[in-house]
């Protein structure tokens, strides 16, 4: 074995020099930062509804064709004050391959999460699984728009209204999608945003609730302030919820970026497709022709009999290489062990979950990579599949080998197998 071919899992040399991460944010022009700032510093409004928080809001309504957004401190604390406007109680249908706190922050204000299983090729909750799971105390239906994708929302639309349920959708990763032509966020009865650091488009930290019912807007801004009405009172338990000034200041310098972010993510998205499609094991995205997705995260499908290790295997090695990947969502939130704890050992059956959970790797996607760092990754992932025995066999009872091993935390902690390797040579 060359030098050039030896995984830096088994003692090679790291392929990448300094990390390639999984997401790396872009930043607004000082520039147009420094004549915002200016303007803060002279007025002093630098929370409390300003006038860059009122602005970002009317554009983002502009941009998504909606009549309302409302911004939030982050997209979690959007997701409890939507399910408070919205009087919710009882259970919510929700997907287990999602962020945690999609289900977390329902838990929070004591809403209890029931978990539907997904359908394989959108990744996002199944129709039928969500028909199914109605019971009387549903009081909401919240898929999940995972990776940028759209839920089959014509379908869950009908369903929703045929039984009479709040239809809201988790489009934290969506922002800039589109299905059928209409924008991710103008969909369901209300939809909520994230502007997290590592979205397509953010804000450092940030949310929001996008909606066209105006009752439900207001009672969002109540419920945002403290349950405030007017200057004096407060007409229900509310909480601190509040974008400040300088996040949507961040937000007004990167929304007209948008457009330029996903061409640039898309020619990635592609050029990974064409490079890797004739890897063995390797199965690429489905297309969604009624989804125009913002390439948020490119993910592979890892077949692991045929590539000869699983998605977790390879997580382990390409660490190793310095490439950053993620086995999104793996745990599953369901398989987590505060869920293992609240289920008591009966956990629902989500076999589709549990396999994409078990299959699913996002490789580095960012647009300050260029195609020759494409071509390293590939290099990667073809010489840790070249070499698939010897790392499984170095791997073997450092990464989680079942869902209760991952629960019990008894394996390594992927940055310290490289420096393993290295203390074996
Ligand atoms: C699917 C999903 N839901 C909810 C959230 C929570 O958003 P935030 O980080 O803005 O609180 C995130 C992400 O960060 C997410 O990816």
Known sequence: MTSSDQPAILGGQPLFEKAQHLVRPILPFLSDMMHGIADLYSSRMLTNQGVFVQRLERRIEKELGVKHCALFC?????????????GLKGDVLVPSFTFAATAQALQWIGLSPRFVDIDRETLTMDPDEIEAAITERTSAIFPV???????????IYGISKKNGLPLIYDSAQSFGTRYKGRAAGSLGDAEVLSFHATKVFHTFEGGAVVTNDKQLYERLCKVRNFGFEGYLNCVEPGINGKMCEFPALIGLCLIDQLPSQIIKRKSLSENYISILKDISGIHLPIENKDVEVNYAYFYVVIDSEKFGMSNIELYYALMAENIVTRCYFYPPVHRTAYYKRIFA??????PQTDWAATHVLCLPLHTEMEINDLATIKHGITRCQQNAEQIKETLKGKVPSDWDALVNSTFVDPHDLYILSKQKK
């Open 345 to 350: 050992g009966k956990l629902p059956d989500l």
């Open 145 to 155: 728009n995972v990776f940028g994708k759209f839920s089959e929302h014509d379908r």
């Open 74 to 86: 982050n997209g979690t604390t959007a997701i409890m004050c939507l399910a408070k406007a919205l």
